[in-house]
Each structure stands twice: as structure tokens, then as C-alpha cells.
């Protein structure tokens, strides 16, 4: 009879080679539940402590306890007993994270063929559904064993990756849904990636927007303005670093691991964004002529509403637009190319701005838009100054060097 070892490695490597899981798949489910783990160090006292006296005998110099010791002795035979299951125990845990870490590894990929994969979503969903596997990693990342933690963290970020794709994307036929659902999401993102700076926390799942920045494509979409302003914001917020500022109002710990993956990260984001505004994001982004409340669109009984454009959407598109052509700058070796994506996408931003802002910009002094569109809001026109001066310096330098 096999043991549970042998079939939790018989799925991981059936699964690393994107095989079909041809058995029952819900089979697999008493194998990969947690709670198994816990009582997989159980045996008998006569196996465990033949395992012990092996372990002794393989150390030069040690041997296993006599049948006399043990009599008199019971208390080390038990402390024995209660290590080596514990040991067990351990494993079991680690070959089921990894197991299950694999399995939403194929289920995210797009390599992986679609008969496979179908097959990988049902034995997550089902192991979801039956066994609260997300409460008990959040569990696990309390263990004090460090490998432990490490891998119930990787499979809770996947796990959670895996969820919102199948749940805040799924349901798409009712409005409401949609509109909740991206909300939520949004804020969801703000709370992770403010757990990275803060918490100095390095998950996966605290780089969904850096990595997979999809999330633009909903700009285009027919939802609420409040939303697509929201979204912008929150993007606004990243680039700038300043994710998760109303939520976390202690000082960042000056001990801890830096975050070495954040520049690349950032690079990527703005890289995303820059060629989302050449495809005409900024036509997509509505800035309707009432002001778009965090609420929603209406205004509330007792306040009088407000002429004019939404400036907090107009402020935070430009900002966001000027902060990724300096992230991208601050990489690029070639002075030519700077100065063409500069007038390319100040262009798209000035397109996007001119019929916003009255009187109009005068087309002799295109540099006026930066004081009328930051009037109202000293730190953004401060970011947005200090991210120009920034372009205008590896832009002199380039040239001095050339």
C-alpha cells in the first residue's frame, strides 16, 4: 500500500510535467488537505521507535537504547516517539504545499494544455470549497519554521491570484457585480502593495499590478467614472510610492529586507502605461463635465454640486503620464529616443488636457498647463515639477555627453 508521501510526489511530478489527471480527481483531495498533515506522524510505538534506533545506528559512535532502558526509561522512548512523528508530520506539510503550489502554477500558466488544465482548476476549486485550505496557509505563516512559512506564503499569493480571477472577473452579467467587484479589487491591490512598502512583506501577489497590468484595459470598459478615477488614483499612488499612506501611519521599520525587485517593477508599470496612452488610454478616460464623487456620480442631498471638469482625474492621468517618462528615462541610454517619446506623449497628454481647461492652453506657451492643471493641489504639483526637472536633467545630460 502506498503511503501518502509516495502519492502527494506521484501528483507533483504527474502535475510539473502537465500531465491530465486522468484518476479521480477528487480523490486527491483527502491528500493535499492540511488537516492530514497533522495526524500524518501517528504510527505505532514499535515502527517509530525501530525508525529511532535506525537513525541512532546510521551516527558513528551511537546506538539505539536497550529493551531494559526503555523500561526504565519510558519518558525519553515517548520524547523519541513525539519527534519523529513530528518530523513526519513536517514533511507530509511541506510536500502538500509544494504539491499545491505547482498544481496553481499550471492553472495560471497559458502553457499549460487546456485539457490539463481544466482538470488543475477543478482539484482547486474543489480542495476551496472542502477544505478552507486559505484560512489554514494564513495559519501556517504564523510557524515559527521558516520554510514552512515561506511555502504557505508563495501557495497563499497564488491561491489568491487564482480567486480573483475566478470570482471579481467572473460574474460580469449583472452591473453591480461588476462595478463591487472592481472596487473591491482596487482596493485590494492598494492593501497589498502597501503591505510591501510598509510591512516590507515580498509576496507574489503584492506585484499583480507590476506584473500583470491588465488592469488598464478596464479604463476602456462602460463602468462609472468614479471607478476609471479610482483606478487612475491608485496607480498614481504607486508610481509616486505613497501606496497605503492613509492606512499605515507609523513610521516604516529601518531594519528590514530591502526590496530589490521594486525598480524593475516599477519600470514595468510605466512601461505598461506609456504604451497603453500610445493606444489611446487617455480618449478612453472620461472627464465628465460634473465632477465624479468617490461615492459615485451623484450628488448628494444638501450639496450643491460643482461646474467644471474633474480635476482630481485630470491631475492624477498627467501626473502618472510625466512620473512613468521619468521611470522610463532614468533607463534609457539613448538621447533620441527621450526626446521622441517626450514630445509623443506630452502630445497625447496635451490632447487629452485641451478641451479640460478654460480658457484653453495658449499653443505659444505649452508649459503653461503644468500650473493650471496642479493649482489646487500643492503635493501633486510638487511631484509633478519635481518629475519634469528630472526629465529636463537626463535630457541636458545626454546631450552634453553627445
Known amino acids: 500500500m502506498e503511503s501518502v508521501q509516495e502519492i502527494l510526489d506521484q501528483l507533483y511530478k504527474k502535475v510539473l510535467l502537465g500531465a491530465t489527471l486522468e484518476d479521480d480527481i477528487h480523490g486527491y483531495i483527502f491528500y493535499l488537505n492540511p488537516d492530514l498533515s497533522e495526524q500524518a506522524g501517528y504510527t505505532t510505538p514499535s515502527l517509530a521507535q525501530s525508525n529511532v534506533n535506525g537513525a541512532l545506528e546510521a551516527v558513528p559512535g551511537q546506538h539505539g537504547p536497550s529493551s531494559n532502558e526503555l523500561t526504565t526509561l519510558p519518558e525519553a522512548r515517548e520524547c523519541a516517539e513525539r ?43 474543489v480542495l476551496l470549497q472542502s477544505t478552507d485550505i486559505d484560512s489554514k496557509l494564513i495559519w501556517m505563516l504564523q510557524k515559527s519554521d521558516k520554510l514552512l512559512s515561506h511555502m504557505a506564503s508563495k501557495c497563499l499569493s497564488s491561491l489568491l491570484y487564482f480567486q480573483l480571477r475566478e470570482k471579481h472577473f467572473g460574474n460580469f452579467q449583472n452591473p453591480s457585480n461588476i462595478v463591487n467587484s472592481l472596487v473591491c479589487f482596487l482596493e485590494l491591490l492598494e492593501l497589498l502593495m502597501a503591505s510591501r512598502i510598509h510591512l516590507k512583506l515580498h509576496f507574489w501577489s503584492q506585484r499583480m499590478l507590476f506584473l500583470k497590468p491588465r488592469a488598464l484595459d478596464s479604463l476602456a470598459w462602460p463602468i462609472p467614472a468614479f471607478v476609471k478615477r479610482k483606478l487612475v488614483i491608485v496607480i498614481k499612488k504607486c508610481l509616486l510610492g505613497k501606496m497605503g499612506e492613509d492606512l499605515c501611519r507609523s513610521s516604516v521599520p529601518a ?142 545630460r545626454f546631450v552634453y555627453l553627445t
Open 83 to 125: 519527534h519523529f512523528e513530528m518530523g513526519r508530520a513536517q514533511e507530509v506539510k511541506l510536500l502538500q504545499l509544494t504539491a499545491i503550489d505547482v498544481i496553481l502554477s499550471r492553472v495560471l500558466s497559458a502553457e499549460t494544455e487546456t485539457r490539463a488544465k481544466e482538470g488543475y482548476r477543478e482539484l482547486v476549486k
Open 255 to 396: 531594519l528590514m529586507a530591502p526590496d530589490h525587485l521594486l525598480d524593475s517593477d516599477m519600470l514595468a508599470l510605466a512601461d505598461a502605461l506609456l504604451h497603453a496612452v500610445h493606444l489611446g488610454l487617455w480618449k478612453e478616460l472620461s472627464v465628465p463635465g460634473k465632477p465624479s464623487y468617490f461615492g459615485g456620480d451623484e450628488v448628494q442631498p444638501g450639496c450643491r454640486p460643482r461646474s467644471g471638469p474633474d480635476h482630481v482625474a485630470l491631475r492624477a492621468a498627467s501626473l502618472i503620464t510625466v512620473k512613468s517618462l521619468e521611470i522610463k528615462f532614468q533607463n534609457c541610454t539613448s538621447a533620441t529616443e527621450m526626446k521622441v517619446d517626450l514630445q509623443k506623449f506630452m502630445a497625447e497628454l496635451l490632447t487629452f488636457l485641451q478641451p479640460h481647461l478654460q480658457p484653453s492652453l495658449q499653443s505659444h506657451n505649452p508649459c503653461e498647463w503644468l500650473s493650471r492643471v496642479f493649482i489646487e493641489q500643492d503635493d501633486d504639483m510638487l511631484e509633478a515639477a519635481r518629475a519634469s526637472l528630472s526629465i529636463y536633467l537626463q535630457l541636458s
